[in-house]
């Protein structure tokens, strides 16, 4: 990603808690009867089933974010920008649409380690299997705009001991040519399905900052146990 969009970005994905604070809200929702995975009908609000302030470490900011928010953050999660030139050309993002009734998005953010833990919620009829599929055969993608080129790495690994249909995890890394410190970002990133709604949790940091993969598997837990409550 080239250097204007880093910067234009950063701010929407790593200190979502300070500028987006008045934009968002922590989440509330009452729980349901448990159901298994497969018999679940989703019929509720998509933000109702976010996971609450609680669910995150406690030095985590947490705000939902507004559909043109969610974009952003989205883009820079998946590393591709929607439309942008990429080769592979297979590996193009399609535009994201985000819309109250099949997206929900929420950030927790740990300003002082410069990291976020990202929740999405999708209400999508797309198999987790065709995410598995083009996630392998795009495990090497190189970002154009203008003169500027950035890689993004991906690697698809198994995750299990989840009650879903579906489990997927990812690990994501996006460096730039352009180099300078903070600028390479590194995601990890837990997805399961549960009947027709995609949970899709994720740790970004910047450079060599550590990431925090006990919050994202606290809150990408909670995530699971409130759908399947949902």
Do not use: K, W
Request: charged share 20%.
């Amino acid at each position: 990603m080239m250097v204007r969009e880093v910067a234009r970005r950063v701010p929407a994905a790593m200190v979502l808690g300070a500028l987006l604070s008045a934009c968002g809200s922590t989440v509330a929702g009452q729980p349901g009867p448990v159901r298994s995975a497969t018999a679940v009908q989703h019929v509720g609000g998509l933000a109702a089933m976010l996971p609450r302030q609680e669910a995150f470490p406690a030095h985590y900011t947490v705000v939902v974010l507004s559909p043109e928010q969610a974009r952003g953050a989205l883009d820079d999660l998946r590393g591709v920008p929607a439309g942008a030139p990429v080769e592979p050309g297979s590996c193009a993002i399609p535009a994201i649409v985000v819309d109250a009734g099949s997206t929900a998005v929420e950030v927790g953010s740990d300003d002082e380690a410069r990291a976020t833990v990202t929740v999405e919620l999708l209400r999508t009829g797309e198999p987790l299997a065709r995410v598995r599929e083009r996630s392998a055969r795009c495990a090497l993608v190189r970002v154009r705009q203008g003169p500027l080129t950035s890689t993004v790495v991906t690697a698809v690994e198994e995750l299990t001991g989840v009650a879903a249909d579906d489990t997927l995890a990812l690990r994501r890394t996006v460096s730039g040519t352009a180099g300078g410190p903070g600028l390479r970002r590194s995601m990890y990133t837990r997805l399961a399905q549960i009947g027709d709604i995609r949970v899709n949790a994720t740790t970004l940091t910047f450079g060599d900052d550590a990431a925090d993969t006990a919050a994202l598997d606290r809150v990408f837990a909670a995530a699971i146990d409130a759908v399947r409550h949902g």
